[in-house]
């Protein structure tokens, strides 16, 4: 019999996804969104999803050895590095407002969201930006379609078809979450 780790997975469309408070924005458009700007957005995507993984794998070395004279040189570098991003976050925050953090699950395929404010029209096509990083001015983008609007005000939207590398980093960003959240709950 497996152990229950009190963690559980955070699933959308049947899919791994990635769950938190983040600033988003539903940017609605009558028509479907221009393949040029799908270009444009993934070749983005590309670049702000690896931005993420080279922040979130910062400071997190294969088993360091604790006893080596220069661990706690690392160690220290490491939380100004971390002290320094955090302070550039909170510049680019107050010279670039962002859209209100919402409740958002997503992954490559869709995204559902507890939206505030004038709820998106069912059908309609759209971009969502999600900014996942208070450091990165550039928000990812994904265009869809409005799939559902419940009357708790839950938005749920399908994802056009992101390309498998945007695919692949969005997979590998929820992977990961996930994998914190079990190692957190062991804890």
């Known amino acids: 019999m497996a152990n229950y780790e009190g963690v559980d997975t955070i699933v959308l469309f049947e899919e791994l ?3 938190d408070l983040l600033p ?3 940017r609605s458009s009558a028509t479907p969104i221009s393949d040029l700007a799908k270009r444009s957005f993934f070749e983005r995507n590309v670049k702000m999803l690896q931005a993420c993984t080279a922040l979130e794998e910062h400071g997190q070395p ?3 050895d604790e006893r080596s004279p220069q661990h706690a040189d690392i160690v220290r570098l490491d939380m100004k590095i971390n002290l320094l ?3 550039v976050g909170k510049l680019m925050i107050a010279s670039h407002p962002r859209p209100e953090a919402m409740s958002v699950r997503f ?3 869709g995204a559902v969201w507890q939206h505030k404010g004038t709820l998106p029209v069912i059908n309609t096509f759209g971009v969502l930006e999600l900014f996942l990083r208070d450091s990165m ?3 990812l983008r994904l265009t869809g379609r409005v799939a559902s609007v419940t009357a708790e005000a839950k938005v749920q939207v399908k994802f056009d078809n992101c390309g498998e590398a945007v695919a692949d980093l969005i997979e ?3 992977f ?3 994998r914190r959240q079990v190692a957190g709950a062991r804890r």
Request: net charge neutral; proline share 4%; glycine share 0%.
């Open 176 to 178: 990961r979450r996930h």
């Open 62 to 64: 294969e088993k360091a």
């Open 85 to 87: 991003l955090d302070m």
């Open 172 to 174: 590998k960003l929820a």
């Open 24 to 26: 988003l924005a539903w």
């Open 17 to 19: 996804a990635y769950e």
């Open 137 to 139: 001015v550039e928000p």
């Open 107 to 109: 992954n490559a395929l």
